[in-house]
């Protein structure tokens, strides 16, 4: 059974760095797109960004394009977001998830994390 873990969330200050990282067990981690969505209190889960299979190309959201960075690591079976320069605007729960398409819509990925909670404070 496929499983997604995050971790590394928690409260900073705006202008401050966090790490997340998705731990993927039950699944050939290295066949699977592997993406971060967000979800805001009160608002739709949105897209964050997303790193393919092959040549691991990378996709952001507008949002998310120059302070956002994805990778993976096949070898550990994992997915990390750094992110820089927070904005209390990135407050969301922020969720892993792995799919087979490259593509930005949350229909594409068949398997979620729980997600972890990340809170700016400005």
């Known amino acids: 059974q496929a499983q997604l873990v995050e971790s590394g969330g928690g409260s900073v200050q705006a202008g401050g760095s966090l790490r997340l990282s998705c731990a993927a067990s039950?699944?050939?981690?290295?066949?699977?797109?592997m993406a971060w969505f967000r979800q805001a209190a009160g608002k739709e889960r949105e897209f964050v960004a997303a790193i393919s299979v092959v040549n691991r190309y990378t996709r952001y959201a507008d949002t998310a394009e120059g302070r956002f960075t994805i990778s993976r690591d096949n070898a550990e079976n994992t997915v990390n977001l750094q992110i820089y320069s927070l904005k209390p605007e990135d407050t969301a729960v922020y969720y892993c998830a792995a799919g087979i398409l490259f593509r930005t819509s949350e229909s594409s990925y068949a398997y979620w994390g729980h997600g972890t909670q990340v809170t700016v404070s400005s």
């Open positions: 039950g699944l050939t981690f290295s066949s699977y797109v």
